[in-house]
């Protein structure tokens, strides 16, 4: 066995110590021999077992078929079918495994990543370039892969709500909907916004954990697949009708009414969670603002941001929404709202959207909202 890379070594086996799990099942997807025996390397503690090892994307859907995986590190410049195109198919493929992206290709833009994210995978790792292998990525690609490797898995979740909830209950009209995501958040927001019917004309207010430098890409991939304007919040901006406001990566997005409608308050105080930006004081504000007409969803990501903000949205008469286990990357914040009899529904992220639509809104798109 080749000597473990010390500065993640005592992670890897305090990790392994701690879960009693089983190690995690690696797929190595890398067309540089160099880097998939770097990788391996890297991950050789009983932490990790490395699978098997692929040289392009068409191999990796091959070995898919054989073995039983947990996650994939999957570049994007390859020869033949490139990651991101093949992504989808290694999604299918995989039987429920998560991808983590590891290319030099996310050093050229947050788009890259973004759309990575969008496509389903469930976290991007910039790799440094020939012979910068050394520092801190080992521990930063062992952290990673530890943190995605133990979360709940959807179909190993220790007590997955089945889904309920499909026919929306006769309730008040819908003024304002909020949503919450983290890891995996970004595919599922795909599914739910290609579902939404386009004649749902309420505000949308959307909380997805990314660093703020990548949000104005967030923003255009968003109204490129709702087909709705979408715009990151700045301080004072109106709600409107119908349109996406979107949280900035560095503050919470609050709300605050004014006599010529209810605008936007950017927060940037510590959020219980520790996340920034953070869903529950979303959740909290759309109570306060809306009570009966507010609807906050919950979908992909890890930990329990958006739990306390639902338990305010429901004492207002909200409603709350949740992703299924099935669907979820990651049933961490959607699965606590679950277990927590918090969520009217549990659904996959298009039913969720469909049972939305089947709630009449009021008002018009593109007018301020009160």
């Known amino acids: 066995m080749n000597q473990p890379f010390s500065p993640r070594s005592a992670v890897a086996r305090r990790d392994a110590q701690r879960s009693a799990e089983r190690p995690i099942r690696v797929l190595i997807v890398d067309d540089s021999i160099v880097a998939r025996t770097i990788f391996t390397r890297m991950l050789d503690s009983e932490a990790f077992e490395i699978v098997a090892a692929a040289g392009n994307a068409e191999q990796a859907i091959e070995l898919l078929g054989t073995y039983k995986v947990d996650i994939i590190l999957l570049d994007v410049e390859m020869p033949g079918t490139d990651g991101l195109t093949a992504l989808p198919r290694i999604l299918e493929a995989s039987d429920g495994a998560r991808v983590l992206i590891v290319s030099s290709a996310c050093a050229e833009g947050a788009a890259a990543t973004v759309k990575a994210l969008t496509l389903g995978a469930a976290d991007t790792l910039l790799k440094p370039g020939a012979g910068s292998f050394a520092g801190r990525f080992g521990q930063v690609l062992v952290d990673r892969l530890l943190r995605i490797g133990h979360a709940p898995r959807a179909r190993e979740s220790a007590a997955p709500v089945t889904p309920v909830g499909d026919a929306a209950p006769e309730r008040a009209l819908i003024e304002c909907l909020a949503i919450g995501a983290s890891t995996g958040g970004l595919h599922a927001l795909s599914a739910f916004f290609k579902a939404l ?3 749902f004309d309420a505000p949308i207010l959307v909380t997805q954990h990314l660093p703020a430098e990548f949000m104005p890409y967030f923003a255009a991939q968003l109204q490129d697949i709702a087909g709705r304007k979408a715009v990151v919040a700045t301080d004072g901006a109106r709600l409107r009708g119908g349109e996406l406001l979107i949280a900035p990566g560095d503050a919470h997005l609050r709300l605050i009414r004014f006599r010529d409608g209810v605008r936007a308050r950017l927060d940037r105080s510590p959020a219980a969670s520790g996340c920034m930006p953070s869903v529950d004081p979303m959740f909290a504000s759309c109570a306060e603002m809306y009570g009966a007409g507010a609807v906050g969803v919950v979908l992909s990501g890890m930990g329990r941001d958006g ?17 299924d286990a099935e669907t979820a990357v990651v049933w961490g914040m959607p699965g606590v709202v679950a277990n927590a009899g918090l969520a009217a529904a549990v659904l996959p992220p298009a039913l969720i959207a469909q049972r939305i639509g089947r709630r009449t809104t009021r008002g018009g798109a593109g007018r301020s909202w009160k």
């Open 197 to 199: 019917p386009g004649a």
């Open 307 to 323: 739990s306390t903000g639902a338990v305010e949205l429901v004492a207002a008469g909200g409603e709350v929404l949740a992703q």
